[in-house]
């Protein structure tokens, strides 16, 4: 991880850390386009675990890094939540005007890869983007 | 990013369709910025027409705000379109879903005409 940063439980704090890790994929050549993937991305996993997510205990300890590697720009979220896995997590099949339930759509469409682990020290979401895809 | 503040700007068309263009990114803050503004517009018309033409960029807060003006609407009787979401704006729209749920069309003309 090249650099690492704690996000507060709160949306307010969402927006700097979508610049700074937009900043992060801008100096390491990433497109336009596939920044915005990345965005939408980060604010969908962030928001979801400020608004949605449980602690296991008492902070969610959400934390983000940033790497870049040959043009792939890859993102870690850390929290300290329930698990959930976002790769087999049913999607919501039909959520009228509900508010939510869409994320994992956006996930799978938007990264080009996707990654999940959880332990005892917590979970993980591995996203990559790349401009070769998808 | 974050450069570009968002703007709603409110105008009455006739036949009491109001259209409310936005302007700039409807990401979190964007959302923040206009997420008050929709829902006292929801409360109060019949026939609205959200014209992002000038929309750069949405995400999931955008989407949660289209969402919830949507069901205001919806609970008051009222209709509402999206009109002029470009390609990138549309595809975050048709990928989330909302375009299963909510009328989108391709300009502010249609969206108008779709109030009639």
């Known amino acids: 991880v090249d650099a690492w940063t704690k996000v507060a439980d709160r949306l307010s704090a969402i927006g700097p850390v979508l610049a700074w890790a937009d900043a992060a994929a801008k100096d390491a050549g990433l497109s336009a386009e596939r920044r915005d993937a990345l965005q939408v991305c980060l604010e969908e996993v962030l928001a979801n675990l400020i608004l949605h997510a449980r602690p296991r205990a008492r902070h969610k300890a959400i934390g983000v890094g940033v790497s870049t590697d040959s043009g792939a720009v890859t993102l870690r979220v850390a929290d300290a939540c329930q698990s959930f896995d976002p790769r087999i997590a049913p999607p919501v099949a039909d959520s009228g005007l509900r508010s939510g339930g869409r994320g994992l759509r956006l996930l799978a469409a938007f990264a080009s890869g996707l990654d999940y682990r959880s332990g005892d020290d917590g979970n993980e979401l591995v996203m990559t983007f790349r401009d070769s895809c998808p | ?116």
Do not use: H, Y
């Open chain 2, 1 to 116: 990013m974050g450069a570009i503040k968002m703007e709603l700007v409110v105008e009455e068309l006739a036949d009491g369709v109001t259209r409310a263009a936005l302007k700039g990114r409807l990401d979190i803050d964007g959302a923040a910025a206009v997420d008050q503004g929709l829902r006292n517009l929801a409360g109060g018309r019949r026939r609205l027409v959200l014209d992002l033409t000038d929309v750069t960029f949405v995400a999931s807060m955008g989407l949660r705000t289209l969402i919830v003006c949507a069901r205001t609407m919806l609970a008051n009787g009222g209709k509402m379109a999206i009109a002029g979401a470009q390609p990138n704006v549309d595809r975050v729209l048709s990928v989330s879903g909302v375009d299963q749920v909510m009328t989108i069309l391709p300009s502010l003309e249609a969206a108008v005409a779709a109030m009639r």
